[in-house]
């Protein structure tokens, strides 16, 4: 389904919004496979305010502790775009609890292996006094590892080694579209990348 219409020539986010949530999955990720940059940028800055973000929306309540969920991903880049973040609830006891874990999962199986699976901790944003970013609730940080991993998952590697070009120093600033949509922009070093994602959660039977 192409909602274009809602996006350009004036976006309507609201209807955007109510439309994805009446999509079933497959219809998400083919809609949200047709975004390019300006479309995801567009929407990145729309979504500030728009809907509260919380942890839930990347793992459900209603999933318990070491269970996969799987979100479809296409990123702003002109090649490789198409890839998944996989998140899991750490164990109670775990260092990381009541933040979320995950790596990213490449469909291309050599381009995983030489970027590594790029390991990070989800977690309520920082403050904006504190270096946050204004209008996000939730970030993806790959300067936090966790201890623990679903035992589909790769090995943990600290993203320092073969990830390094792409993960080391960075942050993913997320922002919410719908109910299973979210919407994404990097920051590296410090900075604020030209990059930007947009994600679609499977639901977990």
Not at 13 to 23: A, F, I, K
Not at 170 to 189: F, P, Q, T, W, Y
Request: charged share 25%; proline share 6%; net charge neutral.
């Amino acid at each position: 389904m192409d909602l274009t219409v809602l996006i350009e020539p004036k976006l309507d986010l609201p209807r955007l919004s109510e439309v994805l949530d009446g999509l079933g999955h497959e219809g998400r990720v083919h809609c949200t496979r047709g975004w390019d940059k300006k479309k995801m940028v567009t929407l990145f800055d729309a979504a500030k305010g728009f809907l509260p973000l919380e942890l839930n929306h990347f793992v459900p309540d209603s999933v318990g502790p070491m269970t996969e969920v799987i979100h479809d991903g296409k990123n702003s880049l002109p090649a490789f775009s198409h890839f998944q973040k996989r998140f899991m609830r750490p164990s109670p006891t775990s260092e990381n609890h009541g933040k979320l874990i995950g790596y990213n999962h490449q469909p291309v199986e050599w381009l995983g292996a030489v970027i590594g699976p790029g390991y990070f901790v989800t977690r309520l944003a920082a403050p904006v006094a504190e270096g946050g970013m204004e209008g996000v609730d939730v970030d993806i940080d790959y300067k936090q590892l966790p201890n623990e991993k679903c035992e589909s998952w790769p090995a943990i590697e600290d993203n320092g080694g073969r990830g390094k070009l792409v993960y080391a120093g960075m942050i993913d600033h997320m922002r919410k579209l719908s109910n299973h949509v979210s919407i994404g922009r990097a920051e590296k070093g410090g900075k604020l990348m030209d990059a930007w994602f947009v994600l679609v959660r499977r639901d977990v039977s």
